[in-house]
């Protein structure tokens, strides 16, 4: 939602872009069995 209201800071979107694509890797390893709950959590926690 910050993204969508600051459209005219690139900045902004360069980082969430980055962190959503991180988050998908996390995921990903997550349903595969690679990465535990409690870490994903941790993750999100701290990166959020």
């Known amino acids: 939602m ?3 209201r ?3 800071n690139k900045q902004l979107k360069k980082d969430f ?3 959503k694509k991180e988050a998908q890797e ?3 390893l997550f ?5 535990d709950e409690d870490t994903l959590y941790n ?3 701290e990166n959020k």
């Open 2 to 4: 910050t993204v969508y």
């Open 6 to 8: 600051n459209k005219e």
């Open 17 to 19: 872009d980055k962190w």
């Open 26 to 28: 996390k995921i990903k």
């Open 31 to 35: 349903k595969k069995g690679k990465l």
């Open 43 to 45: 993750w999100m926690i």
